[in-house]
Nanobody, 114 residues
Framework: VQLKESGGELVMTGGSLRLSCAAS????????MNWVRQAPGKGLEWVSR????????YYADFAKGRFTISRDNAKNMLYLQMNSLKTEDTAVYYC????????RGQGTQVTVSS
């Protein structure tokens, strides 16, 4: 399993970012995928999940209405569109094959500054 996240950067509060995750080494189209994050000094926190086939999506309460998860099974890509970013969204964001985040990439840093 290989997962490589990208798209994180420094952004001002209220801004937007689109994170991407390139997946390889496993049958991506058959696996439900997740985004998890880890803020400084805290544990992994689940953000969102998308079903492998029907595209059903699920969000943590803090992400509802602001974040949108999507996937392109033809390209083995996972995405997270993040709008109305807050300082508390500052974290390393990972794509993962489990809600726990046990199998994840190296992460991409998102820093939201006021």
């Amino acid at each position: 399993v290989q997962l490589k996240e990208s798209g994180g950067e420094l952004v001002m509060t209220g801004g937007s970012l689109r994170l991407s995750c390139a997946a390889s080494g496993f049958p991506f189209s058959t696996i439900d995928m997740n985004w998890v994050r880890q803020a400084p000094g805290k544990g992994l926190e689940w953000v969102s999940r998308i079903h492998s086939r029907d595209g059903s999506t699920y969000y943590a309460d803090f992400a509802k209405g602001r974040f949108t998860i999507s996937r392109d099974n033809a390209k083995n890509m996972l995405y997270l569109q993040m709008n109305s970013l807050k300082t508390e969204d500052t974290a390393v964001y990972y794509c993962a094959t489990e809600i726990s985040g046990r199998t994840r990439g190296q992460g991409t840093q998102v820093t939201v500054s006021s």
